[in-house]
Every structure is written in C-alpha cells, then in structure tokens.
C-alpha cells in the first residue's frame, strides 16, 4: 500500500520504494508538509508540523496567527492573508478583494489515477499508482482547492496537481493557480536548472540557494529554449552518484514558474506552476479549473538516480506513442539538404541514395506547401505547392515508398503568414491587440487557438494532408513566441485566459492528431528545442532537441536533455560540415556516435558528399540497429561532463539486466603528453565478468566500476570511441 492515514496522528504517508513524503494536519485544518526523503519504515509523529513551538497554531494563539501563517510548512499556501512567502493560489472576490485560506474538508485515497481534463499527464494502472485526494476549503470563498498526489511506487515518483472548484455564488478570478509547493528546512541546498538559448538549449547550471527567492520561468508562450520548466535542490556535494535531489518537472508547455525561496527561517519553498503574468481564470459558480501536473523525486543517490527515475517514469508513464519502445525509422530530412530549394526530383534524388546506405524514411520540410520558397508566405495555407512538388504529393510519397523508404512532412500548424490566403480571409484569427500592428517573428503570426474555429480549420487542414498519402511521420514546429497578446474572440474579462487557452488549443490539436493517427511517429520541434517539455512527451515519443547539429554543441545540449529525458525521446541527427551554425568541422565518426544517443538520422544532402562517408553512413546504420534497443531502453549513466572538465565527454548505458553496457567516449581537446586516462564506468554487474566486444578481452565489473577502465587517448580533436561490453556467461567463463 503506497498511501495510508494515520488517524489518531492525522498524518498521511505517501512510500515508495526509496521514499517518503508526509503530510500533517493542524487542529484547524491547515496542511502542512513534515517529510520528503529516503524512506521511513516507522509510524510518524506531528511534533515534526512544530505547531507545538511559537508561534503555536491560531485556535492556541490567536494574537499571532500572521507568524503562523508566515512560518508554517504549507502543502498549499495562499495568498493574501499573511504568508509572506511565495503564495501558490491567489483569488479575488467580486468584490476585487484578493485573500483564501484553505482547511481541510475531506480525503480519498483510491488505486490508479484519473486523467486531468484537456491536459496531459502521467498515468497508471490501478496496481502501478495510488492517489491521495485532499480537499480543502475556504467557506467563505465557496471555493474547494482538490489537492492530489499519485504515488508510483515502483519508480520513486509522486505526481501533483490541483483543481479549484468554484462552490459558492459568486464568480472569482484566479489569478494565481500553481501545482505544487515544498516546503523544506534548508540544508544548505544549492539549485540546479537548465538554461540556453536558440541552438544552445537545456545547458545545465548550479548554484547555491541565496535568501530570497531565485526562479526560472517562461512568459513566451511556450516552455522555451531559454529556461526549462525543471528546477532540482540538492544537498551539497551531490553528485551523479551521491547526495540528496528534490527534483520537480512541470508537464505543461506555456509560460510556468519554478522558483525556491530561502525564507528568514531557513526554509525553502519550492513552487512551480503556470507564470501569473498575463494569467488570470474567471471561475464561475459550479465552474472548476485544473492546474497541470508536476512530476517529483526524490533521489537519495544522486543526480545519476534521479535522472533514471524520470527516463523510467516518462517511458512508462508518460508516453503514449505506439513507438515509445519502438525502434523507430531511420531518417532523412532535407532541411539542412536543401532548405526551400527542393522539387520532387530532388527529393527523389535524396531518398535513392539514402535508401543504398541502410536509411529507411525521408521526410520533407518546410516549403512543400502555398508559394513558399522563402519564410515570409504561406503558413496556413496547408495546399501541396504543385510547382514544386510536381506530380503532387501522393505521387512523391508513392514514389518515395517504391523506393523502399517511408515518407514523413513538416507542419507548423499554429502559425500564419500576413502574407497569405488564410490571414487575407480572416485577419481576425492572428493573435493581435486591436489597433496595434502585431510584432513579426520569423515574418509570422500564432494562431489564436482559443478559438474553436482556428482549431477545427487548423486540424482539418493537417488531418486532409495525411489522409491524402502514406504519411508516417509529421515534425510539427513552432517558430515564433507568442505576443501582442489579445484575442478577437475572448472579452475583456477573458482576455487573461488567452495564454492557457492556446496551450489548452494546442493540445486539444495533438490528441485529435493521434486519436486519429495512432500510428503516426510525432516529432514535436520549436525552432529546434524550444518546447521540450513533459507536456509535449504525452502526444510525441520524440521532440527535436536543437536546430544545432554541431556535434560539439550537441554534448552539452544532450547532456542537459538526457538529465531528465530519455535518449529515446532526443531528436539527433548527423548533420553536414562545416556546421551550418557554428561553421566547426567534426570527424563524421563522432557525429555519428553523438547522433547515436537520441533518435538518429541525417540531415545532409547525401547526393554531394563524398563517398566515403556515404560508405560511412552504411555502417553507422547498422550501428544504429546494433545498439538501439540499448540506448532506447537502457539505463543511463553520465561518466564525466565536458561542461565540468572542459576536456571530454564520457556516458555509458546500461541493459536493465546488465547483460550489456555501451560507453561512449569523446575527446573534444586532445592534451599533449596524455597517454590515457583511466575512468571509474558505471552500470555493471560487480559480480560479472565482461567482453570488450570486437576483442578478445575480458575484465570484471567490479574493477571496471571500483578501479577503472583505461581510455587510450587519441590524436585530434573531436574524436570519439565506443566501447561495448558484453557479460560473459558462466559457461563462457569456465572455458
Ligand atoms: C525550425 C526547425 O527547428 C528546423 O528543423 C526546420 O524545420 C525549420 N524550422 C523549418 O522552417
């Protein structure tokens, strides 16, 4: 049993394999958070609330309810009536007057988990999960806060959400409504976060905690290429393979918050929830709200640990993809090939000779559509450019598929050109504030999504293309944030709503596309990794992780990614050189290996490289479909950072029953004098004995993790090696 009450103590117990999360109640009502870390065995006990210390609770100490309020560990703090810290739900009377205080009302506690309303989310079986619904209210209000935890137990996981129920008479703005708070005694905690830009996503970056409050957010409309909605506090010291992590993740693909606050008592809150700027939900009488769901861990192993539990979690339990633990096809995309400069010829060109060297789809990108030979047209018009693509769509994909390759295409469905049949036919369904000319990005506009038309018309418009041919795959980009933020179809009263609601739009979009389209293989891109997110995983087992193919780049993008997400779920190619970004010239060896740890495919005219690396590109697939199942499936483990050591890249992963382990290994700076380098590997057996694969030598786990592995250095920059271990069976052995 993950969750239990204790009753005479009023404390809920949430266990998982390795963890416990303990939830108090005060006299009154108010819930208050005792424990999150390794697992406890024994009945817990309130002293751990402190409301028998000053400021003592409100009905005991009436005088000083404001140090109470102020003070006490809130599962749930509200905002306006005298908790200083960072409040998670704000409402506003008809009155404009903004104040709720939330007490405990009732509890269940059910196997399995339900699913939240228009938004994506973990799920279970009822053996898998268990759920802790709490609901709190405040009678003045009229209004029910339904806090809910589901416990993984298996995968040390706890998924939060909340939603608010409007009870009473009167229609209340929300203006704040955050998933999730942690409130914790500080132990010196420092913060770890993912950070970037466009072509440099997800970099990852720490810092101790500072008093105050430090947050990374997203007010662009999408969870963005410069913060991640990620944020983990981890005990000083912590390292891939030791420490305490509190991690949190938002599964949600607008504008969020994660943000810890050092209090004056030396506790931390952590929150995280969708951004109050240009937020605010009318709730009416009998009206409810969700709020999306935030994923928490607790590791007390480690960054490498925590970053397994996410992998495990999001494979099993948050995507939904056919592929999810698929192999998935080969690729080739034309996009750094051709750019808009293709035809059907071209692409024909293109897929015959990828077809020679082991790659099995290809998939055409943006420009095939309206009279799009540059980005300043045609985004919305979703009508095959026959011009172009001569002998129309399904032509190419019939010919592409006689080839022996499958076919896939590019959509940026939320978008509008100015210049364009559909924005000349209805202007009005361009996000824009009347009366002001709306700022450009990339020469476009976002679709208002909070209408129900632009939905339909968008999702009929992609839906007619793919019933049109044999199309297995869609990459759905987004190119631009969003701004100028007005609708013409929300009052002013609703006009704050306008962000959530086109997120709620997009993904109302992606369920009809996969409800549809169970079978279709969904690549989700933003300008390359701009909307990697939880949030996305639900409809597409993969999301493109940057427009920067650079190898080099792509280490720390990947390690950034991989902290958190599946390799299965990184989109990577081999791209061409010099790189199209950075102008760098890598081996094509060690693109290769890099591209190895996501998706993998190409990205490159293979019709005017030279033929050696065609021939390379012969191998590398089969390297692909050798170690796939590996990487796709495996555990993984981070070795050693070129972030941290500025020198090489290092990662190995591991089969589940150990009985294989691939390393890779990157030397980005060759050292004069530096023979070889000798590193403690992870994810073996101790108790086995393994094959260097190709090899004829065998060395122990135990010593390859204990005493380590010696890496002979090579000549160059750039360059890489992989190192794949078999074990050695006990037969094997004796001979
Ligand atoms: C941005 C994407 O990240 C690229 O891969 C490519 O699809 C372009 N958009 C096309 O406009």
Redesign the pocket.
Known sequence: MAVYFQEDKKIFHLDTKNTTYLIGMTPEGYIGHIYYGRRLYQEADSYLLRTAEAPFTPSVNKREKLSFLDSFPMEYPTGGIGDYRESCLNVRNPKGQMGSELLYLSHEIYPGKKKLEGLPASFGAEEEVETLEITLEDKILGLQAVLSWSVFEKEDMIARSVRIVNQGKDALKLEKVYSACLDMDNEDYEMINLCGSWARERHIQRAPLRYGKQAVSSFRGESSHQEHPFMALVSPGTDQQQGQVYAMHFVYSGNFLAQAELTQYDSVRMVMGIHTEEFCWNLLPGESFQAPEVILTYSGQGLGMMSRNFHDFYRDHMIRSIYNHKKRPILINN?EATYFDFDTEKLLQIAREAKKCGIEMLVM??GWFGRRNV?DNSLGDWTVNEEKIKGGLKYLVDQVNEIGLAFGI?FEPEMVSPDSDLYRAHPDWAIQIEGREAAMGRNQYVLDLSRRDVVDYVYEAVAKILRSANICYV?W?M?RLLSDLGSSFLDAEHQKELSHRYVLGLYELQERLVTEFPELLLEN?S??GARFDPGMLYYSPQI?CS?DTDAIERLLIQEGTGFIYPLSTMGAHVSDCPNHILGRVTPFETRGHIALAGTFGYELDITKIPQEQRQMICEQTKMYHAYNDLVREGDYYRIASYRENHKYDVWAVASKDKQEVLVTYVQVLAEPNKHSRKLRLQGFDPDASYRLTGTEQVYSGEMLMYAGFLIECMKGDFVSRLYHFEKIQAEDKCL
């Open positions: 996009w990108d943006d980005d590019w990459k980009d190119n891109c300008s390359g493109w427009d």
